[in-house]
């Protein structure tokens, strides 16, 4: 049994707000499975420029859209999160639980993240963010490094792979996925070893590598347009797009081990309570993706998301979008948190209520 809904069960009112009518369905389960982990999901699709909330409130799914620029990477950060666009990075802290309760309809969400300042690093072609040591982490694929936010610069490179010989403007290696611990970057992905601007483009069918931060060995060759690497219960998981699979790293071997293939080029992941969460998107153009396995599945691929059991390998929940999106970019978990709302830049675009926050009013004393 398929639910079917429009973009905003609780508005109903993205239909009014896209160009494109957003239709979804997704497994009778989905609901039962974010309100059982006590979780919601944030998610980005770079191709409408959107980031979406997926949450539960009375047992029924609520998906909310909101404008970013060019959505792509998403981060958790100790205030609330991270998003990076196609110019900016928005810090959305979350407000004091209080407000979220007031915002319509009243009484049904349970966190409030509100847009409040972006740094600005110009368009860098940023991909995976993730908070670590005490820093917020960029991947900038137009420099080929990784990077960490500076407020007098545009962003301050901290390490590129060796194959890359200056930080320098030119995406030669579509470095793209960063896996983090508390201490810092520990594994990225990349498409090419390469230091020819677009070599990487030459053999995207199965030039795509993970490699060790640390050492800046390259672990793992072969791989197949890889992304969102993501560290989780001791193992090391990535995405092998071109086949559309979630893999695990085996470290023994030097190699990744399929997990789960799925019907979509595999992009955008994070896993909690022994799940993986997987974004799906449709293959675009023939340019940037023909050539790859998934082109003998092209017609039957979906956009949205796959819940996957770990151990098990199967998919467990899921949605699809039926019209509006194409593609997804990046999938985060909130842990904690069943009922999100969001307040973006762009709440005019978004026909969504402003939300301003203000201090406290002083006591008479201190008046």
Sequence with gaps: MNDHAPADDSAGGDRRRTATAVDYEHSANLPAVLDRLDMS?????????????????????????????????????????????????????????????????????????????????????????????????????????????????????????????????????????????????????????????????????????????????????????????????????LLNSGHGRLDRYDAGRRTTVAVAELPGYTRGLDLHGGLAFVGLSRIRETAVFGGLPLDDRRESLRCGFAVVDCAEGRVVAWLFFQSGVEEIFDVRVLPGWRNPVLSGPYPDVDETETIWLSPPAPSPRQA
């Excluded at 959505?71 to 609330?80: D, K, L």
């Excluded at 049904?108 to 908070?131: C, E, K, N, S, Y």
């Excluded at 290696?173 to 594994?187: M, V």
């Design 41 to 237: 999901l944030v998610v980005s699709t770079y191709q409408v420029g959107k980031v979406f909330t997926v949450g539960v409130h009375a047992g029924r799914l609520v998906i909310k859209f909101h404008h970013f620029e060019q959505a792509m990477g998403i981060a958790r950060t100790p205030v609330g999160l991270a998003v990076g666009t196609k110019r900016q990075i928005w810090m959305l802290p979350a407000a004091p639980p209080d407000l979220a309760r007031r915002v319509a309809p009243a009484g049904t969400h349970d966190i409030a993240f509100l847009a409040r300042q972006a740094h600005f690093t110009g368009p860098v072609m940023g991909h995976d963010l993730a908070w670590s040591g005490g820093s917020l982490w960029l991947v900038n694929t137009l420099f080929n490094s990784l990077c960490t936010i500076d407020a007098a610069t545009s962003f301050v490179p901290r390490w590129r792979p060796r194959f890359i010989s200056a930080i320098d403007t030119g995406d030669r290696c579509h470095l793209n996925g960063l896996a983090a611990d508390a201490d810092g970057p520990r594994f990225v992905t990349a498409l090419g070893e390469t230091d020819a601007v677009n070599g990487w483009r030459a053999g995207k069918r199965d030039g795509g590598c993970l490699i060790d931060v640390g050492t800046g060995e390259v672990l793992v060759r072969g791989l197949s347009m890889p992304h969102s690497p993501r560290l989780h219960g001791g193992h090391l998981w």
